[in-house]
């Protein structure tokens, strides 16, 4: 049987286009597209097969399927060529149980879904992998006008696409708005050979410009309008089931942007319901910053009209952002999943990093504000005590070097450190170092630790 997916209107507009071909949005209504698979066709397995064959490729060397997102190829893009894919075997990554966490706020099923933990360091791996092979796939059939790819970022989808462009060895030109990204993510893009243009500007006003220097289709749009992304991100959300032998958790809750995320993690979830795998879903929780809140401000008017912001600086760089692409993806994927919105400050968010981290993980900014509103959901009752709750760590926290030591010099704009961990300046001196090693201890033992 063969399967196939195609681009289409999110709104439902009638017309499909190829994958291969250079379009993002809708030449009827301007909104923007998906990629829509033939369902039936996929049916042609039953859901054990289905599970069985995935459960077959997780950690194998046979190309691409080592890859968490081509391990599930027949549900991305099921027809190209395995030699065009271009694969770091992204995805696959841990789901921690978050064990000393959860029993401190009162969950004994909590899991950090530790995406992190992938080539470039943060979850849009998953993404940049899909839409780089399918550009490869354009070029090498030598018909295709495109002569590099651009995207406009917040620092790690340009990381992600310098990697992976140079990877193919695709040109890459990355548009960033100039000192809002971290000096990690600044660097990554240049090292891989992209051309880096630190625009005066913020991510929004990159995002316009970068859509203007890709209108004639010669330099390829990578960001997240483009629905090839949405396909490979999808994948997180079938890979947290699928890690929990195909169960499916009460909650996932997980830091939102731009909004392609939450709807791809919603996409893949909804196939694997059409396709027999599981037969509940989990609700959702998009967790915003409160200095770039517009998906919040629009849940609490019941979504009735789209709110833009003018995003303030806040210390989770990578969802600073006021005026969201994928803002009606979103909101269809929340109405379907029962979901919420809640937001974090930067005392909460950055606090609740700390948190974390001293029970062994190491958090990036925007798995703080997910976290500070899973302690928020459960303080008021919303998550219950047996419920199992997901927590998506979309970044790593070496990337975000000057968040962690601020924090523990407690020099965070707008954040009181409740647990800064600053290193003791002692002389060469046993005698003064014991004194200091006992009254910690004392410390610890007086605080139950
Ligand atoms: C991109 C990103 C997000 C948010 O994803 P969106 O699709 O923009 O909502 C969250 N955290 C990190 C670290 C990111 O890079
Ligand atoms: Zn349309």
């Not at 196939?4 to 291969?20: L, N, P």
């Not at 210390?315 to 029962?338: C, H, M, W």
């Not at 954040?415 to 201890?441: H, K």
Request: net charge neutral.
């Amino acid at each position: 049987m063969a399967y196939s997916a195609w681009f289409q209107c999110f709104r439902g507009c009638s017309g499909r286009w190829s994958v291969y071909d250079v379009i993002y949005r809708c030449p009827t209504c301007g909104g923007l597209l998906e990629v829509a698979h033939d369902v039936e066709a996929l049916k042609d397995r039953s859901p054990a097969a289905w599970m069985r064959l995935m459960d077959q490729r997780v950690g194998t060397t046979q190309w691409p399927y080592g890859s968490g997102v081509w391990g599930k190829k027949e549900w991305v893009i099921p027809d190209i060529h395995d030699d065009h894919i271009v694969s770091m075997f992204e995805g696959n990554s841990n789901l921690f149980w978050a064990h000393r966490l959860g029993r401190e706020i009162g969950l004994e099923d909590l899991w950090v879904k530790m995406c992190g933990i992938s080539h470039t360091g943060s979850f849009k791996d998953l993404g940049m992998t899909v839409l780089v092979s399918v550009v490869n796939q354009m070029i090498r059939s030598g018909r295709s006008p495109v002569r590099a790819v651009a995207c406009a970022s917040t620092g790690d989808t340009s990381a992600a696409l310098a990697a992976y462009g140079a990877a193919a060895g695709i040109p890459t030109i990355v548009f960033l708005p100039r000192g809002k990204v971290s000096a990690a993510q600044l660097i990554q893009p240049i090292a891989n050979g992209a051309l880096v243009l630190a625009l005066d500007t913020d991510f929004d006003g990159c995002m316009r410009v970068v859509q203007e220097v890709t209108a004639d289709n010669s330099i390829y749009l990578a960001n997240s309008m483009n629905s090839l992304r949405i396909e490979g991100q999808k994948t997180v959300g079938i890979e947290i089931v699928q890690q929990f032998d195909w169960a499916v958790p009460d909650w996932i809750i997980i830091p939102v942007g731009n909004l392609g995320n939450i709807s791809a993690l919603g996409k893949g979830l909804m196939l694997l319901k059409e396709l027999g795998i599981i037969n509940r879903l989990p609700r959702l929780v998009a967790a915003q910053a409160e200095k770039a809140n517009p998906l919040y401000r629009s849940y609490l008017t019941g979504f009735r009209e789209k709110v833009t912001v003018q995003a303030e600086r806040t210390l989770a760089s990578a969802i600073q952002i006021g005026n969201p692409v994928s803002y009606e993806k979103a909101v269809r994927t929340l109405q379907e999943f029962d979901g919420l919105v809640e937001q974090a400050t930067e005392h909460e968010l950055a606090n609740a990093a700390a948190r974390a981290d001293l029970t062994g993980m190491y958090t990036c900014p925007h798995t703080g504000v997910a976290l500070a509103v899973l302690f928020k959901l459960v303080e008021r009752g919303v998550i219950k005590g047996k419920d199992r709750v997901v927590v998506i760590s979309t970044a790593h926290g070496l990337k975000f070097t000057q968040f962690k030591t601020g924090y523990h010099e407690d020099t965070l704009p707008e954040v009181e450190a409740l647990r800064a961990n600053p290193p003791v300046y002692l002389p060469a001196d046993a005698r003064v170092v014991q004194e200091v090693i006992s009254r910690r201890l004392e410390a610890m033992q007086a605080h139950g630790t």
